[in-house]
């Protein structure tokens, strides 16, 4: 009914820390130099911001399906109270429930699979240094 709601807060406060982390990493970055970077010479490390922002991505999109299909189904209305769940107490206490539980095991889900793709993402860049170093 409402499960959506406990990851679109998950997503406002990622979102907001990875926009905060991403214009403190650019007022820290050198100046970048005209023409095009050599990646031969070295290979940068992926920013959290851009991890972040990863999973800004799979947060913000899980949450527009799910209110998209919440909508479908008529559980979302576009007059107040916007839940048909909080017509009656005892529809009220069916939905809190699910926000405390299956509210934050879908963003437990999505963050761990987010830190998987984060491990591999780190995986293939260590790999790629030791290429680059080997050829050198």
């Known amino acids: 009914m409402a499960c959506f709601i406990v ?4 997503a406002i406060i990622v979102s907001a820390v990875a926009y905060s982390l991403k214009k403190k990493e650019q007022k820290l970055d050198v100046p ?3 023409g095009k970077p050599d990646f031969s010479e070295k290979v940068e ?3 959290r911001s851009r991890k972040l922002g990863w999973l800004s991505y ?4 899980g949450v527009f399906l799910l209110a ?3 909508l479908w189904h008529g559980e979302i209305v576009p007059f107040p109270p916007f839940l048909t769940a909080m017509y009656n107490a005892d529809d ?5 429930l699910e926000m405390a539980t299956v509210g934050p095991a879908m963003c437990a ?3 761990s ?3 998987l793709i984060c491990a591999f993402a780190d995986l293939k860049v260590k790999r790629l240094k030791a290429a680059l170093a080997g050829k050198q």
């Open 7 to 10: 990851p679109a807060a998950e």
């Open 32 to 34: 970048h130099v005209e």
């Open 45 to 47: 490390k992926i920013s």
């Open 58 to 61: 799979l947060l913000w999109g």
């Open 68 to 70: 998209f299909e919440h």
């Open 92 to 96: 009220t206490r069916v939905m809190l």
């Open 109 to 111: 889900v999505v963050t």
């Open 113 to 115: 699979a987010w830190g």
